[in-house]
């Protein structure tokens, strides 16, 4: 038997559309000009904004060599190539490079995407009246968000099992990710499993916002499951780290995306990247960065809920 907190499930899409702006020859290679003023902007903007400011030098220097050496001239999707290069030299995969599209050059579309409602939940359910199922599709952190938080906890509440479906979300505010840790800590040990360290920073300090008081139920005894995915990403990534490291949760599914670091979106031209500006580590110096949340029980089945309620009912806590 399922019981739904509300009927209707909303379905979140991130949509890129990304459109050229090589004029000038039409299949995507940028002129000399082009692509040396797309360097050595990148670089500048790296230098300034890199947490890692030892390693920035290191990309500037290997771009600057390359670029030397003509092996950026006469290279089709360059952007794309350069993302690739900047991954490798990381082993960072926010790192991006992209091209903005010129206003007014596209009629923009009419069909919007979905939103997400319920505090960036899209599905609150009782299944076989025990496990109270919450999917999380993005990380919504505001007052609406937290009460829409607390009507969904109210909703499982007296559930035998809790079980979060994180398997479909990109992260967003990883605030939202402390303040339903709240409801399942009774201490605030967890507060401190994180640590962060951002640009202009020498110090490392708690990562984890802390929220030390929330007026909806808690789940303290309760076991905690949790379902991943490579689509798992960012805050999400951490909340599941999180319950991990502390033993609170057991996470199923598959490792996630490894995407760890914060990033900040910056334009120079006609250009825009992704540039990570804070590192994040556990207080034993454990990185997900590009390596994932590796699940403690690996689901195979297509049907990760179907699977994971038949572990949860065999392996009784």
């Given amino acids: ?85 900047l991954r490798k030299l990381t082993n960072d995969i926010h790192f991006y490079i992209g091209i903005n599209s010129p206003a007014n050059n596209t009629p923009a579309s009419t069909e919007a995407a979905p939103e997400i409602k319920m505090g960036g939940l899209t599905e609150v359910k009782l299944i076989n009246n025990n496990i109270g199922y919450i999917k999380w599709n993005e990380f919504i952190a505001d007052d609406n968000s937290f009460q829409q938080i607390i009507a969904a906890l109210q909703f499982v509440k007296g559930c035998k099992y ?97 995407a760890g670091n914060p990033i900040t979106m910056v334009t120079f031209g006609n250009y825009f990247a992704y540039i990570p ?3 994040i580590i556990t207080k034993d110096g454990k990185s997900i960065e590009s390596k994932g949340v590796v699940p403690d029980v690996k689901l195979t089945n297509s049907d990760l809920i179907k699977e994971t309620i038949e572990y949860i009912k065999s392996h009784p806590y």
């Fill in 1 to 85: 038997m399922i019981r739904h907190f509300r009927k209707a499930c909303c379905i979140f899409l991130f949509l890129f559309a990304f459109r050229s702006s090589y004029a000038q020859t039409g299949i995507g290679i940028l002129s000399k000009e082009e692509t040396d003023s797309l360097i050595v902007n990148y670089c500048r903007e790296l230098n300034q904004i890199y947490f890692n400011k030892p390693l920035a030098k290191k990309i500037t220097d290997t771009l600057q060599k390359k670029l030397k050496a003509g092996q950026f001239y006469k290279v089709e999707r360059l952007t794309n190539h350069l993302s690739l290069l």
């Fill in 162 to 258: 809790l079980l979060f479906d994180i398997s479909q979300c990109p992260g967003g505010d990883g605030r939202m990710g402390g303040f339903m840790a709240r409801h399942l800590f009774e201490d605030n040990d967890y507060q401190d499993v994180l640590r962060k360290k951002c640009t202009g920073e020498k110090e490392w300090h708690q990562s984890e916002v802390p929220y030390n008081y929330s007026g909806g139920p808690k789940f303290y005894d309760i076991p905690v499951y949790v379902i991943t995915s490579k689509n798992t990403a960012s805050a999400a990534e951490y909340f599941a780290l999180i319950m991990q490291e502390t033993k609170r949760g057991t996470i199923l599914g598959d490792t996630t995306a490894g």
């Fill in 277 to 279: 500006i804070c590192e």
